[in-house]
């Protein structure tokens, strides 16, 4: 399993990696709205402008908007802020030099900075966004010196070249509706983000609360095995006692109680193996038929079901005993025999690399709340039962450790299905191994 740090690298470059793609829509944007100002101002305004040292620049856009959306393709892991920095520093450099060659500060596009400042406060680190505002400064206060004067015409009667109004008013209509469109994406970006965060941290919060049940049952195993090898020392004394054994009634009682006793101590067993405390009974080679008929025989030994459906997988290959996978499966099978007493069926198949356990009962049903929220250990229709419920959310968890998953689903008319999902290569004893 990933931890926490590595899952919140993997979602920060998620979301970094959906901006550049923003960013790299942008300049294409830029590209088509250059190729349509220049060519409106040249042609139809009459206004004579550099056009080829223009249209290098644009091609140099093009080319490196080309190059940005391969790297971008064949490094989708790689893309990190100072990425999405790099990039939009080169979209100021862009910007600067046909401002430079269109006059400069009198421009009425060189608006269009804010837009690179908004969009670097929103995308990039405090630091970095503070070097695009100081560039974009820098920029502005030398094209307000140095520039290619752009004769604009005569001025209106308020002072102020028709021409430029026109494009004041061009420019803020465009950096206005780049900004809600860009934005909205990108905020719908940062909130797809804060959802992957925000399902994190409740995953992690029930590992958590696994972890803390484990140490729980472990420390209690612990402290019952002392008390119970007591009992089962007096109980064997017991038994050997004159006065008892001339009583068949009471030496039946005292070997029941012997082999209850024995049950209680297999169980606290079984919990320390689960959590790795014993290394004596460690896991040995079998076969997926031979540990699955075993894990039915044990669990059909405690309960008592009309009707038990089970079918075993075409294939069979070697695995190692495991704990967990016996008390998942068992997990669900009681929560199958609680639901529907008279039919339950196991059936086993492997499909395309993964193992697929799938139970199904004819009772009720699962309620929506439980299929809504599947997992959360504070769902549960048990609420007769006190301490119960937390059988799905086991199930989960053990599936989700081995790098499965779960579907739980109703079956109409009557009844439900839970379908767990393991890959073979987390089960099954690799040749030679």
């Known amino acids: ?61 093009v080319f490196t908007n080309l190059g940005y959306i391969y790297w971008y393709r064949s490094h989708r892991r790689q893309i990190s802020a100072r990425n999405l920095f790099l990039a939009l520093l080169a979209d100021v450099l862009a910007l600067a030099i046909q401002l430079y060659l269109s006059g400069g ?14 969009l670097g406060a929103v995308l990039l680190r405090p630091v970095h966004a503070w070097i695009i505002v100081a560039s974009t400064s820098l920029c502005t206060l030398v094209l307000a010196i140095v520039h290619w004067p752009l004769p604009i015409g005569a001025a209106g009667p308020d002072g102020l070249p028709g021409l430029y109004v026109s494009g004041i008013l061009i420019s803020f209509g465009l950096t206005t509706v780049l900004l809600v469109v860009f934005l909205r994406r990108i905020v719908s970006n940062l909130r797809r983000r ?20 484990g140490l729980l049952a472990t420390g209690a195993a612990h402290e019952l095995g002392t008390p119970l090898s007591t009992m089962s020392v007096i109980l064997g004394d017991w038994q050997r006692m004159p006065a008892i054994t001339q009583d068949p009634d009471l030496l039946a009682d005292l070997q029941e109680m012997q082999q209850q006793l024995l049950r209680c101590k297999s169980i606290v067993s079984s919990v320390l193996m689960s959590a790795g405390e014993t290394r004596a009974d460690a896991p040995q080679a079998t076969t997926l038929r031979a540990f699955m008929d075993g894990v039915v025989a044990h669990w059909q030994s405690r309960h008592a079901v009309e009707h038990f459906d089970y079918v075993q997988a075409d294939e069979d290959f070697p695995i190692l005993s495991d704990t967990a996978l016996q008390q998942m499966v068992c997990n669900v099978l009681d929560n199958a025999a609680e639901a529907s007493p008279r039919h339950v069926a196991l059936h086993l198949a492997v499909r395309t ?5 799938t139970v199904r009962d004819k009772g009720p049903g699962f309620a929506p ?12 229709t048990k609420t007769e039962r006190p301490g119960r419920g937390l059988g799905l959310f086991l199930v989960l968890n053990v599936a989700r450790s081995l790098g499965g998953r779960v579907q739980v689903k109703n079956t109409p008319p009557r009844g439900s299905e839970v379908e767990i999902r393991l890959p073979l290569s987390s089960i099954a004893i690799e040749p030679g191994a």
């Open 1 to 61: 399993m990933n931890s926490p740090s590595e899952s919140l690298f993997r979602v920060e470059r998620t979301t970094e990696r959906q901006n550049m793609q923003l960013l790299i829509q942008l300049r294409w944007f830029a590209v088509v709205g250059q190729v349509i100002t220049i060519s409106l101002v040249h042609y139809g305004f009459g206004i004579t402008l550099p056009l080829p040292a223009m249209a290098l620049v644009l091609m140099a856009s």
């Open 105 to 118: 500060a009198s421009n009425p596009f060189i608006y269009l900075f804010l837009l690179q400042g908004i």
């Open 194 to 213: 804060d959802a992957r965060l925000a399902n994190m941290r409740q995953r992690a919060s029930e590992e958590e609360h696994i972890v803390r049940m």
């Open 353 to 357: 690399g993964m193992l697929c356990i």
């Open 369 to 380: 709340a439980v299929l809504e929220q599947l997992g959360q250990r504070h769902i549960s």
